[in-house]
Nanobody, 124 residues
């Protein structure tokens, strides 16, 4: 059974930082690359960061240099450290398993199931 639980969002001023966490069920975490998606109001959900089971990472150009994705396999958890946040980062953030070797904003998640997400609001 797929379980994804995101947390760590909140309201932050521009230039601030947040660290998101995603606890995933072990059955999907250990064998899969994992990714963070975000969906802003009125926009499609987009993939912004991904990490393979071996630790290789990819980032969307819009977040490169500001966001860092990491994972702790022993905890079935993936993190997204977000620094120098901008108002355009405001969105609901979700995690999911992603295909290995494929990365782009429209990359489909491996599972149709989505957690509740965590809201990130960047505003002064």
């Amino acid at each position: 059974q797929v379980q994804l639980v995101e947390s760590g969002g909140g309201l932050v001023q521009p230039g601030g930082s947040l660290r998101l966490s995603c606890a995933a069920s072990g059955s999907i975490f250990k064998i899969n690359a994992m990714g963070w998606y975000r969906q802003a109001p009125g926009k499609q959900r987009e993939l912004v960061a991904a990490i393979t089971s071996g630790g290789s990472t990819n980032y969307a150009d819009s977040v490169k240099g500001r966001f860092t994705i990491s994972r702790v396999n022993a905890k079935n958890t993936v993190y997204l450290q977000m620094n120098t946040l901008k108002p355009e980062d405001t969105a609901v953030y979700y995690c999911n398993a992603v295909p290995d070797g494929v990365f782009g904003p429209n990359t489909e998640a491996r599972y149709d199931y989505w957690g509740q997400g965590t809201q990130v609001t960047v505003s002064s």
